[in-house]
């Protein structure tokens, strides 16, 4: 039972951070309505391809060091500023304040490359993985996490991936539409303010 609620922990977290509407998912959405169903899972499966290769590089490379006790507290300080940064330049981004790097979209994407280009388009951040460094070693060192149970929780991540842009593809297949643009900017406001007080609870916690 404690297996299966972490899966659920890591799929729920996930979720929270695919309704941050970015790049990836405006890809997927544009993709469907041009192209159809089939051609935006082939997108999907793309995009969740590439976020698992750096979910699993950023685990390893913590379980590689987090037995180190001099870069515990660096870890615990960094992974709260990762958080705090993402969810600040997540707000910021809504009013055209660039804080960190963003992705941008290819404009020659046709129903033949559309698996090429979103492997690109999600590989080409490189903040990703650092992203989800912050995301483990908090796990790791906050709450005693063991090495099973953070794959776990990847797991679940991983599949929120999969399953929340399946359901952006359906919906652009079916209706065609792109989301207003005022329920993109209020989904990602506060998606970016659960991160900062993530972020900020990690830091002044003992």
């Known amino acids: 039972m404690k297996s299966i609620a ?21 890809f997927i959405l544009k993709t469907s309505s041009t192209y159809g169903f089939y051609s935006g899972e082939l997108g999907v ?6 976020d698992g290769i750096f979910i699993l590089l950023a685990i390893k490379g913590l379980v590689s060091i987090v037995s180190r006790k001099r870069v515990q507290a660096f870890l615990k300080v960094s992974g709260a500023i990762i958080l705090f940064l993402f ?14 790097p963003v992705l941008t979209l290819g404009s020659s994407i046709n129903s033949s490359n559309v698996f090429i280009n979103a492997l690109i388009i999600t590989a080409s951040n490189p903040l990703t993985i650092i992203f989800w460094a912050g995301i ?5 060192l906050e709450e005693k996490t063991t090495r099973h ?5 990847a797991l679940g991540a991983i599949l929120s991936t999969l399953f929340f842009l399946t359901m952006v593809s359906i919906l652009g297949s ?10 993109i900017r209020i989904l990602n406001l506060i998606v970016g303010v659960v991160l900062v007080f993530l972020g900020i609870k990690i830091l002044i916690k003992k």
């Open 149 to 153: 149970e953070l794959y776990l929780f």
């Open 6 to 26: 972490i899966f659920f922990k890591g799929f729920r977290f996930g979720m929270l951070l695919q309704f941050a509407i970015g790049p990836v998912s405006m």
């Open 174 to 183: 079916v209706v065609k539409v792109f989301f207003p643009i005022t329920l």
């Open 136 to 140: 483990f070693s908090t796990k790791l």
């Open 45 to 50: 499966i793309g995009v969740t391809l590439i």
């Open 87 to 100: 969810g600040a330049s997540t707000i910021l981004n809504q009013f055209n304040v660039n804080l960190l």
